[in-house]
Every structure is written in C-alpha cells, then in structure tokens.
C-alpha cells in the first residue's frame, strides 16, 4: 500500500505538474510543497504526512491534491526532520509544522491562497501532529491569531503519548514526562478553536481505535465542535487513500469543511 501510494503520487504530480517548493525556514528540510488551485483566493488545506515519526517526504504524498484543485482548494504539504534525526525530540517535528502552517499564513496572497480559510489534516503520526498545530496557542507563542486554523481532520492519529510511551517507539522517541504533557493534545483541549473531524478505520489495531475515541470524547467534553467517523473496514494504510476521493470518506468530509462539494471537483 505505501508503495500504491508512492507510484499514485508520482502519477498525480504528472498529471497536474510539479509543485512549487518553498522554504518555509533555515534548516535544509524545512520546505513546503505548494499546489496550486486554479483560482485567487482559494482555501488552503494542509496535510501533515504520516510515518512514525520517522519516514516519509512530502512528494510522496501528493495524491489527494487532484481532488482539492479540482475543487478550487490548493493543497500544501511540509516536509520535516524525521525524529531519529534530532536526537528522538519529538518537539522539533510540532515546531517544525506550527512554523509552515505559520509560514502559509502569512504568505497565503502569495500564492492565491486566503489566509482565513487555512485547514489541515494528517494521518497517524502527522494526525498527532496536525493535533498538536490544532491545540497550540498560537497568539502568544507563533504571533498569528488564536484562531489561525479554521478546521482539522485528524486520522488514526496518537492524542495522548502516556500510552506511546509505553510502546516500541520509545527505542527512536526519547519520551519524557515534560515532552509527553506538552504534546499530548488531549490535554490541550483549551487552546482547541476550530471544528474538528476525527477519523478511524475498524480493522486498525486497537490501540488507533481507542486514541480516537477518547480524543473525539474529549474534545465533545470540553463542548468543542467534533464529528467521529468510524470507516468499516479500513484499515490504517486504506483510509488516507479515501482522501483523493470527492466521493470517498474523508474526500468528501474535507471539501465539506473547506466550503466546498463533491460536485465542485471535476
């Protein structure tokens, strides 16, 4: 499946054309890949790519942006150190997407994009990490205002690391007790402005099950906007797949949150 998903991004980029790649800060990975919607003023959805924390480039996870120019949506995916090489801080990689997701804010005119209407989305590891950009306080630590992002779809992603911690991914991850509270999501649900999306398939394993179920029980706890989707039958590397589709289950759900259709896509 991850290599579908390679061979589909690279079919997709020669279709619609290679993105504009943009630094987003000094560091050599810290760029941005921009596709651009055919249109001005256009809303701008931000995908956090997933991999452990530890794999993955942006390029390889291009396929969905067809179906956001087609909609009218531009589709902007960051790429960021994997956490092996930083030393396993896992504060550098949330550093990292808050400054691109910072970044295309601020500079959205220059690419058609509307400043107002930034969402994002991110699968498993980089649903954590669009989690953590969703429940950061923006105003006091980034300059931006509080409520920068205007909607998010997080899918089968870790909100609370106590239990990550636990797993094998404290081998490359050097979880700590400040780490774990600071970028548990779940425990930030405070600094949560934005209408949320939350998304499992149920033939994860159940440990993905579970973090988004008490995740989407949290946030209606604290009185936040939320929508569970629960895809039967999907798996963990099956469901990212239905966000290419105007049709498909979390296609459909972002052009729905961006203010867009299913019938706008071509």
């Not at 405070?190 to 440990?207: F, M, N, S, V, W």
């Not at 579970?210 to 895809?231: G, I, N, P, T």
């Not at 990212?240 to 049709?247: C, F, M």
Request: aromatic share 10%; glycine share 8%.
């Amino acid at each position: 499946m991850i290599k579908r998903r390679i061979r589909d991004s690279e079919l997709v980029r020669q279709r619609i054309g290679e993105p504009e790649r943009v630094a987003y800060g000094s560091a050599k990975i810290e760029r941005l890949d921009i596709y651009r919607a055919p249109r001005a003023s256009a809303p701008i959805f931000f995908f956090v790519h997933g991999g452990a924390w530890r794999s993955g480039r942006a390029k390889d996870f291009a396929s969905p942006a067809e179906m956001f120019l087609a909609a009218g949506a531009h589709y902007v995916v960051p790429d960021f150190a994997w956490v092996q090489d930083v030393a396993g801080n896992l504060t550098v990689l949330a550093d990292q997407v808050r400054r691109a997701v910072a970044w295309v804010c601020e500079n959205a005119s220059r690419f058609g994009g509307d400043q107002n209407r930034v969402y994002i989305g991110g699968q498993s590891s980089g649903g954590h990490l669009a989690a953590v950009a969703l429940t950061t306080d923006w105003a006091r630590k980034f300059g931006p205002p509080a409520n920068i992002i205007k909607g998010g779809i997080c899918i089968s992603g870790m909100y609370d690391l106590a239990p990550v911690r636990l797993s094998a991914r404290s081998h490359y991850v050097k979880f700590d007790d400040a780490m774990v509270n600071v970028l548990s999501p779940i425990r930030h649900l405070d600094q949560l402005r934005a209408p949320l999306i939350i998304a499992y398939g149920t033939c994860e394993t159940p440990e993905f099950q579970r973090q988004s179920r008490d995740f989407a029980a949290a946030v209606a706890a604290a009185e936040k906007q939320v929508r569970l989707l629960v895809a039967e039958h999907y798996n963990h590397f099956e469901l990212p797949e239905t966000l290419g589709s105007p049709y498909g289950l979390l296609g459909r759900a972002a052009l729905e949150m961006t203010g867009l259709t299913a019938k706008t896509a071509r």
